[in-house]
């Protein structure tokens, strides 16, 4: 739209400058409805276009994203550290950022290292009404330095990431893993 149309927009059938019979009052009304239409927004509101961009951007990641990814997307790290301090982000592990409003199994699992696998899954994607009381997490076949928590893990050693989203694995995936997992439980696999 040019600046003409938005004028005229906002003034609505009032003459413009030019016009016939135009007068000094409309065309002052159409400078500043130019003007309006055409302002940069205020700092504070840039900045918070700025946030909720961000908070998108992870919602598009599926919640949680690689400090490399953010970096991609044009966020330096000032401004993610910036938005965890403000409560924006939570920073769940070295290197990984969070929505802060996830669940707190899918927090603790990529605290650990991985995600939501077996019964755990389950629970998250509504197919059971509750897990067994353990924390089931799928990781890397060669991940190191996991964080295990305070409480019963079950770790689901994985060759080949299952299909499923970051925050847990694939419905039928956790099936899967349900299956084999419900025969017995290794013990050199449970803390």
């Not at 030019?18 to 065309?27: C, F, K, L, V, Y």
């Not at 076949?141 to 499923?164: C, F, K, M, Y």
Request: aromatic share 2%.
């Amino acid at each position: 739209m040019d600046e003409e149309s938005v004028a005229r927009a906002a003034l609505g059938a009032a003459q413009l400058p030019g016009d016939r019979h135009s007068s000094s009052t409309g065309a002052a009304a159409a400078r500043g409805a130019t003007e309006a239409a055409t302002a940069r927004p205020a700092v504070g509101q840039a900045r918070n276009d700025r946030a909720m961009t961000l908070d998108r951007r992870l919602r598009d990641l599926g919640g949680i994203a690689r400090t490399s990814e953010l970096l991609a997307l044009g966020y330096d790290r000032r401004r993610i550290e910036g938005a965890v301090a403000y409560g924006r982000l939570i920073r769940v592990r070295k290197g990984w950022y969070a929505e802060r409003d996830l669940p707190d199994d899918v927090l603790e699992a990529v605290r650990i290292g991985g995600r939501l696998a077996c019964v755990s899954a389950l629970t998250h994607h509504g197919i059971l009404p509750g897990g067994d009381g353990a924390l089931h997490v799928e990781v890397p076949a060669n991940a190191s330095r996991l964080r295990l928590p305070d409480r019963e893990v079950v770790l689901h050693w994985s060759g080949v990431a299952a299909e499923g989203t970051r925050l847990a694995v694939g419905v039928a995936a956790a099936l899967a893993q349900s299956a084999r997992c419900s025969r017995g439980r290794r013990p050199d696999l449970t803390r």
